[in-house]
């Protein structure tokens, strides 16, 4: 460590590190633009300029910039000295020479870092008497709004896009005092990552769009840490409401998971909380096969009457806490946990394979320093996209190898990106298709899912001769070589592909590499949100013995699931055509909801408490944001009064934390050290606010209802108010902060203030708890595990078809969030151009499954996919598991390609 002396004061800091990061992580104020924490420096701004003293004896010093100084023993900085405060004041002045004087109407007020580092400097008088320069704005899509005007020339915004997430059609355009940033016509950003322009950008250049619709002030919303539904991947998220309307998400920092960055699904995708298809109340069905509510007595007697031997099946997208409490009110021996069939097999077997261990398994910050990486039948994208936008940093890992070769500091981007040119870390990928990651990948595997599992286990036999023996391809040997020669090797997969095989090569390959000499990591994709969740609870009932159950006439009740999703429609239709009573509780009406008998209406993530784990096993809380309305309750609230109304006194939960205890007890050891309990308080005395301490309005908003001021809701369940009371100091427990905010920080840049150092863990520890520990050690007979290598299904009757996913559709509860509809792609069926030649169809003609005539599918001609195999689109036109291997296609002549949300757009304004 080194000793660095600010205004006199002595402080330490690792010698070599960014002075900038240094001081910061100090908690002193000092001003800048250019400089982010995940993507280094550039020297772009000059904002934070400090004087320099070559000693105690030098009182002149000189003007540096600490984002490109690098920290040296001894070091005597001044922040405070006039001269770099007047240079610091006199480069905000020459920024806002033109830029709008516009705080009161722009979207970014109250939470903008160009607002604070104006205060900050002290710069307060406009000078400038001549014009500003203006520009045009640009459509950029339904995601983000853009404002060129307010724009400093900071370049965060191409450099996250471009350099740092891989985008391609975002530019810095022009030169001198002309330069712009956008794309170079209008049109939808295309980058599944470009929703987080809104947090990189330090003024109000790029906006949330839907945001927009329905704006309020940040210090009008009350907020609460979520984690965001959209996959397994488990992003920490705030959540932020009013008017009992979810407004937004943004990124909550969490060093082991998501750090500074979400995906667009996961941003824009929580609209379906306010969608007009929610389930507001409980009802129950007439004989007219209309639903009659207005009598919850009545719906609860009905639900509970049916109660011996009903089927509960539960959900990987609920709750931990809701598929418990189901899985006691029907019994462990009649709990179905909701997967389809084939995917709480390939769930079992990863769950197996971990049990087994003998690898190492990675956070997903972890993925960033492996040095070789094999994605394994995964199309990580759109199946995760926060995971890809990992595995593109894990691939620049060589260049700050090269960089401290050449006494370059990691932290000076330029320098460490010019140094390197196109050197990378390898990846290879073996998935079948096109995947938004291939264009850094050095070699790619495009084969059938089975050919896909024979490449994986011949890479194993290549690795380790005991292993069984697969392909022996150029691509299976020059990837068993490169994994061989890392240090530190990673295999990602998971139950995207549909096939056992593919998640059992790649545990051979993980377990191959196994040795004293490496460390290899192996990370599966597990699905939904709370699929690994639901995977550790179990289920004794498979779906399909669930439906022949329900068909023989057993009642079922159904949490937040569609079964339809779950199983073919047939067996599905024919299951409820059979029973005695089926009770669905759910946020959203869906196909099963329309043919329950009574209907529960569900709160979703933001208006309960409970516990989601991710692929990792990691346990993490997500607190409720605002209270529901209408008939609207936790699913587990709603199971307790059927328990109740049935006698069952031993399931009355009085509260979300008393169930997560007895759950932790039971089942789940250590879920409820996911976050701390109720009784957690700031310094012993303080709950925390959900508002901030600028909240307005408490009267105004229900003036329609009283001219009174409402008594504030009282919150017995988790630390947090209802208020603008309490204390959020920002070194309380990490898994309990509602937003960030400090004093002179107004904006998401105050992170730096919740974290140990900047970029580093958060104060409070970062939040989660890991249930399930993997053991590195290599069985002994590991080779012996998986010795079956799977032949190749022959398409003798049609083409073989494999999943294929979209990271705007395929998900079910964000295709209901209308931007991300706006978004998502028509159906369709990817095709390799010599299968689409035979069927004389090209890119956007349409086609249909013969079995299924009147779903329309849309050709994607795929030069990556498989001879002799379709890629179907999961999750559009009823899509979501494989029924068979094979699909006959027929050309539809009369299709019509369905606008894209572009042109959608387009024509809706």
Same mark, same amino acid.
């Given at each position: 460590?080194?000793?660095?002396?600010?205004?006199?004061?002595?402080?330490?800091?690792?010698?070599?590190?960014?002075?900038?990061? #240094?001081?910061?992580?100090?908690?002193?104020?000092?001003?800048?633009?250019?400089?982010?924490?995940? /993507?280094?420096?550039?020297?772009?701004?000059?904002?934070?300029?400090?004087?320099?003293?070559?000693?105690?004896?030098?009182?002149?010093?000189?003007?540096?910039?600490?984002?490109?100084?690098?920290?040296?023993?001894?070091?005597?900085?001044?922040?405070?000295?006039?001269?770099?405060?007047?240079?610091?004041?006199?480069?905000?002045?020459?920024?806002?020479?033109?830029?709008?004087?516009?705080?009161?109407?722009?979207?970014?007020?109250?939470?903008?870092?160009?607002?604070?580092?104006?205060?900050?400097?002290?710069?307060?008088?406009?000078?400038?008497?001549?014009?500003?320069?203006?520009?045009?704005?640009?459509?950029?899509?339904?995601?983000?709004?853009?404002?060129?005007?307010?724009?400093?020339?900071?370049?965060?915004?191409?450099?996250?896009? *471009?350099?740092?997430?891989?985008?391609?059609?975002?530019?810095?355009?022009?030169?001198?005092?002309?330069?712009?940033?956008?794309?170079?016509?209008?049109?939808?950003?295309?980058?599944?990552?470009?929703?987080?322009?809104?947090?990189?950008?330090?003024?109000?250049?790029?906006?949330?769009?839907?945001?927009?619709?329905?704006?309020?002030?940040?210090?009008?919303?009350?907020?609460?840490?979520?984690?965001?539904?959209?996959?397994?991947?488990?992003?920490?998220?705030?959540?932020?409401?009013?008017?009992?309307?979810?407004?937004?998400?943004?990124?909550?920092?969490?060093?082991?998971?998501?750090?500074? !960055?979400?995906? =667009?699904?996961?941003?824009?995708?929580?609209?379906?909380?306010?969608?007009?298809?929610?389930?507001?109340?409980?009802?129950?069905?007439?004989?007219?096969?209309?639903?009659?509510?207005?009598?919850?007595?009545?719906?609860?007697?009905?639900?509970?009457?049916?109660?011996?031997?009903?089927? *509960?099946? *539960?959900?990987?997208?609920?709750?931990?806490?809701?598929?418990?409490?189901?899985?006691?009110?029907?019994?462990?021996?009649? !709990?179905?946990?909701?997967?389809?069939?084939?995917?709480?097999?390939?769930?079992?077997?990863?769950?197996?394979?971990?049990?087994?261990?003998?690898?190492?398994?990675?956070?997903?910050?972890?993925?960033?320093?492996?040095?070789?990486?094999?994605?394994?039948?995964?199309?990580?994208?759109?199946?995760?996209?926060?995971?890809?936008?990992?595995?593109?940093?894990?691939?620049?890992?060589?260049?700050?190898?090269?960089?401290?070769?050449?006494?370059?500091?990691?932290?000076?981007?330029?320098?460490?990106?010019?140094?390197?040119?196109?050197?990378?870390?390898?990846?290879?990928?073996?998935?079948?298709?096109?995947?938004?990651?291939?264009?850094?990948?050095?070699?790619?595997?495009?084969?059938?899912?089975?050919?896909?599992?024979?490449?994986?286990?011949?890479?194993?036999?290549?690795?380790?001769?005991?292993?069984?023996?697969?392909?022996?391809?150029?691509?299976?040997?020059?990837?068993?070589?490169?994994?061989?020669?890392?240090?530190?090797?990673?295999?990602?997969?998971?139950?995207?592909?549909?096939?056992?095989?593919?998640?059992?090569?790649?545990?051979?390959?993980?377990?191959?590499?196994?040795?004293?000499?490496?460390?290899?990591?192996?990370?599966?994709?597990?699905?939904?949100?709370?699929? /690994?969740?639901?995977?550790?609870?179990?289920?004794?009932?498979?779906?399909?013995?669930?439906?022949?159950? /329900?068909?023989?006439?057993?009642?079922?009740?159904?949490?937040?699931?569609?079964?339809?999703?779950?199983?073919?429609?047939?067996?599905?239709?024919?299951?409820?055509?059979?029973?005695?009573?089926?009770?669905?509780?759910?946020?959203?009406?869906?196909?099963?909801?329309?043919?329950?008998?009574?209907?529960?209406?569900?709160?979703?993530?933001?208006?309960?408490?409970?516990?989601?784990?991710?692929?990792?096993?990691?346990?993490?809380?997500?607190?409720?944001?605002?209270?529901?309305?209408?008939?609207?309750?936790?699913?587990?609230?709603?199971?307790?009064?059927?328990?109740?109304?049935?006698?069952?006194?031993?399931?009355?939960?009085?509260?979300?934390?008393?169930?997560?205890?007895?759950? =932790?007890?039971?089942?789940?050891?250590?879920?409820?050290?996911?976050?701390?309990?109720?009784?957690?308080?700031?310094?012993?005395?303080?709950?925390?606010?959900?508002?901030?301490?600028?909240?307005?309005?408490?009267?105004?908003?229900?003036?329609?209802?009283?001219?009174?001021?409402?008594?504030?809701?009282?919150?017995?369940?988790?630390?947090?108010?209802?208020? /603008?009371?309490?204390?959020?100091?920002?070194?309380?427990?990490?898994?309990?902060?509602?937003?960030?905010?400090?004093?002179?920080?107004?904006?998401?840049?105050?992170? !730096?203030?919740?974290?140990?150092?900047?970029?580093?863990?958060?104060?409070?520890?970062?939040?989660?708890?890991?249930?399930?520990?993997?053991?590195?050690?290599?069985?002994?007979?590991?080779?012996?595990?998986?010795?079956?290598?799977?032949?190749?299904?022959?398409?003798?009757?049609?083409?073989?078809?494999?999943?294929?996913?979209?990271?705007?559709?395929?998900?079910?509860?964000?295709?209901?969030?209308?931007?991300?509809?706006?978004?998502?792609?028509?159906?369709?069926?990817?095709?390799?151009? #010599? =299968?689409?030649?035979?069927?004389?169809?090209?890119? *956007?003609?349409?086609?249909?499954?013969?079995?299924?005539?009147?779903?329309?599918?849309?050709?994607?001609?795929?030069?990556?996919?498989?001879?002799?195999?379709?890629?179907? #689109?999961?999750?559009?036109?009823?899509?979501?598991?494989?029924?068979?291997?094979?699909?006959?296609?027929?050309? =539809?002549?009369?299709?019509?390609?369905?606008?894209?949300?572009?042109?959608?757009?387009?024509?809706?304004?």
């Amino acid at each position: 460590m080194a000793k660095i002396y600010v205004e006199g004061k002595e402080y330490e800091a690792e010698a070599g590190e960014n002075l900038l990061h #240094a001081v910061l992580s100090q908690s002193i104020d000092l001003p800048y633009f250019c400089w982010h924490p995940a /993507m280094g420096s550039v020297g772009a701004c000059r904002q934070c300029a400090v004087i320099q003293y070559a000693d105690e004896e030098d009182t002149r010093g000189r003007l540096m910039m600490a984002c490109m100084t690098p920290v040296m023993d001894g070091l005597r900085i001044s922040v405070e000295a006039a001269q770099a405060k007047d240079f610091r004041s006199s480069v905000i002045e020459w920024l806002m020479e033109n830029h709008p004087h516009d705080c009161p109407v722009c979207e970014e007020g109250g939470e903008c870092h160009l607002q604070d580092m104006t205060v900050m400097t002290g710069h307060s008088m406009r000078r400038f008497e001549s014009k500003k320069r203006t520009w045009r704005n640009q459509n950029l899509g339904p995601f983000i709004g853009h404002e060129m005007n307010r724009c400093i020339t900071c370049y965060r915004c191409v450099r996250f896009y *471009g350099d740092y997430a891989g985008g391609t059609d975002l530019a810095a355009l022009g030169s001198r005092s002309r330069v712009y940033f956008g794309r170079v016509e209008d049109g939808t950003l295309e980058s599944e990552f470009s929703g987080n322009l809104v947090e990189v950008c330090p003024t109000g250049v790029f906006t949330d769009k839907p945001f927009s619709q329905h704006y309020s002030r940040k210090w009008d919303l009350q907020s609460a840490p979520s984690i965001c539904p959209g996959c397994s991947v488990g992003c920490n998220t705030i959540a932020s409401e009013r008017y009992g309307v979810l407004k937004r998400l943004h990124n909550r920092y969490n060093s082991e998971v998501n750090s500074y !960055f979400l995906c =667009d699904r996961g941003r824009f995708g929580s609209h379906f909380v306010n969608s007009q298809k929610r389930i507001r109340h409980a009802a129950t069905k007439a004989e007219d096969g209309t639903f009659e509510y207005g009598d919850l007595d009545k719906v609860v007697t009905q639900a509970a009457s049916h109660l011996e031997g009903t089927i *509960g099946i *539960g959900s990987p997208r609920a709750s931990v806490e809701a598929n418990y409490a189901l899985k006691k009110l029907v019994g462990a021996e009649n !709990f179905c946990a909701g997967f389809s069939d084939l995917d709480e097999t390939l769930l079992k077997e990863i769950a197996e394979i971990r049990k087994t261990g003998g690898f190492h398994s990675p956070s997903i910050a972890q993925i960033e320093e492996a040095d070789a990486i094999l994605i394994l039948g995964e199309d990580i994208s759109n199946t995760a996209a926060r995971i890809a936008l990992s595995v593109r940093q894990a691939v620049r890992g060589v260049s700050f190898d090269m960089a401290r070769s050449a006494n370059i500091p990691e932290w000076q981007d330029a320098g460490v990106r010019g140094h390197a040119q196109h050197n990378q870390n390898p990846l290879f990928i073996a998935v079948n298709g096109t995947t938004r990651v291939d264009d850094i990948a050095v070699a790619k595997c495009n084969g059938s899912n089975d050919e896909i599992a024979r490449a994986g286990f011949g890479i194993a036999a290549e690795i380790d001769g005991d292993y069984a023996v697969g392909d022996d391809s150029e691509f299976v040997k020059n990837v068993a070589q490169t994994l061989k020669k890392a240090s530190k090797p990673l295999i990602i997969s998971g139950t995207g592909a549909q096939n056992q095989a593919v998640i059992q090569a790649a545990a051979n390959i993980a377990w191959a590499l196994n040795s004293e000499a490496r460390q290899a990591s192996l990370l599966y994709v597990v699905g939904e949100a709370n699929a /690994m969740g639901s995977l550790l609870l179990g289920g004794s009932v498979t779906m399909s013995d669930a439906l022949n159950r /329900m068909e023989s006439g057993s009642s079922a009740i159904v949490l937040e699931n569609d079964l339809y999703r779950r199983a073919d429609s047939k067996l599905v239709s024919a299951a409820i055509g059979g029973i005695k009573s089926l009770t669905c509780l759910d946020s959203l009406g869906h196909s099963t909801v329309e043919q329950a008998d009574t209907v529960f209406p569900a709160a979703t993530y933001a208006e309960q408490t409970g516990t989601f784990v991710n692929l990792e096993a990691r346990a993490q809380r997500f607190y409720q944001v605002f209270q529901p309305t209408d008939d609207i309750r936790p699913s587990y609230e709603w199971i307790s009064e059927i328990a109740k109304k049935a006698d069952r006194a031993d399931l009355n939960w009085q509260s979300i934390a008393e169930l997560t205890d007895v759950c =932790d007890q039971e089942a789940l050891n250590g879920v409820k050290e996911a976050s701390v309990d109720a009784n957690y308080r700031v310094e012993n005395q303080f709950k925390l606010p959900r508002q901030t301490h600028r909240y307005s309005g408490r009267t105004a908003m229900f003036a329609d209802q009283s001219v009174h001021e409402p008594k504030t809701a009282e919150d017995r369940e988790t630390p947090f108010s209802y208020s /603008m009371e309490g204390e959020n100091p920002g070194d309380q427990d990490g898994s309990t902060i509602p937003y960030v905010w400090t004093p002179g920080w107004n904006s998401n840049q105050s992170v !730096f203030k919740f974290q140990e150092e900047v970029a580093g863990p958060l104060k409070g520890g970062d939040p989660g708890k890991l249930l399930t520990e993997v053991n590195p050690e290599r069985p002994a007979n590991a080779s012996d595990i998986y010795s079956l290598v799977p032949e190749t299904t022959n398409g003798n009757n049609g083409l073989v078809i494999t999943p294929s996913y979209s990271v705007f559709g395929s998900d079910e509860l964000s295709s209901s969030s209308w931007p991300i509809a706006e978004r998502s792609p028509a159906p369709f069926a990817r095709l390799n151009p #010599a =299968d689409a030649s035979k069927l004389g169809v090209t890119d *956007g003609s349409g086609v249909f499954v013969s079995e299924q005539p009147d779903q329309k599918y849309e050709v994607i001609v795929d030069s990556n996919l498989a001879q002799g195999t379709v890629g179907l #689109a999961v999750g559009f036109n009823g899509f979501n598991t494989i029924g068979t291997d094979t699909a006959s296609l027929q050309v =539809d002549l009369d299709y019509r390609a369905r606008p894209t949300g572009e042109e959608r757009i387009l024509a809706k304004n």
